[in-house]
């Protein structure tokens, strides 16, 4: 008989998958002071990525570090951004979530919208305050621009949030060799036609 079953579960729930921590920010959860958890790993490869060394890192910081960090911080922050990376591929991340929400803290998720039977859960449950969705480019690019076919569960995603009461708001890098002044007007056509309720932000590389 296993008497350590409670003590490796903890130990694998709290594993290394966060390659950094930004401690304060103003500017990545809308209206908040908050800090920004970089998990490692991702499922796309962006050709105009900037977080190469996240994406194909491995996670350097555990989650017990994480919560003493929190813990130092709870007068000082509203809320902590998810990001990467992508972090719904972690599978403990409900378990991430649920702890810092009981420690009072707003949680927003940055995702590029690969894995919508996480979000809808993790909205299904209100552990999610925020999310800031990516859409990387309409089908016709999609698969040059981030190397994958992922374009369906972007659009999954899109619709399970459009259904949510979770705000939300679709951003979009913007690479002038990549995409062209009519593939952004593709891209605003197609939410519109999705009668997207996001804020849609579009960031300049």
Not at 77 to 102: A, M, P, Q, R, W
Not at 193 to 200: L, P
Request: contains cysteine.
């Amino acid at each position: 008989m296993n008497t350590n079953k409670d003590y490796i579960s903890l130990k694998e729930k709290t594993a290394r998958a966060i390659y950094s921590v930004t401690p304060f920010t103003l500017l990545d959860y809308p209206n908040n002071t908050a800090c920004i958890l970089w998990f490692a790993g991702c499922n796309m490869r962006c050709v105009y990525c900037y977080n190469p060394d996240i994406v194909l890192g491995k996670g350097k910081i555990d989650f017990n570090e994480v919560i003493h960090f929190l813990q130092k911080r709870k007068n000082l922050l509203d809320g902590v951004v998810f990001s990467g990376g992508e972090c719904t591929l972690h599978k403990n991340l409900e378990f991430y979530l649920t702890e810092i929400k009981h420690m009072g803290f707003a949680v927003k998720i940055d995702t590029n919208g690969s894995s919508p039977k996480v979000i809808e859960k993790l909205v299904h449950k209100k552990l999610i305050d925020y999310i800031a969705l990516d859409f990387k480019s309409t089908n016709y690019k999609f698969e040059k621009i981030t190397q994958s076919r992922l374009f369906n569960c972007f659009e999954e995603t899109l619709r399970i949030l459009n259904n949510a009461a979770t705000p939300f708001e679709i951003r979009t890098t913007i690479h002038s060799d990549l995409l062209l002044e009519k593939d952004l007007q593709n891209m605003i056509n197609y939410l519109e036609r999705s009668s997207t309720k996001a804020h849609t932000l579009f960031s300049n590389l």
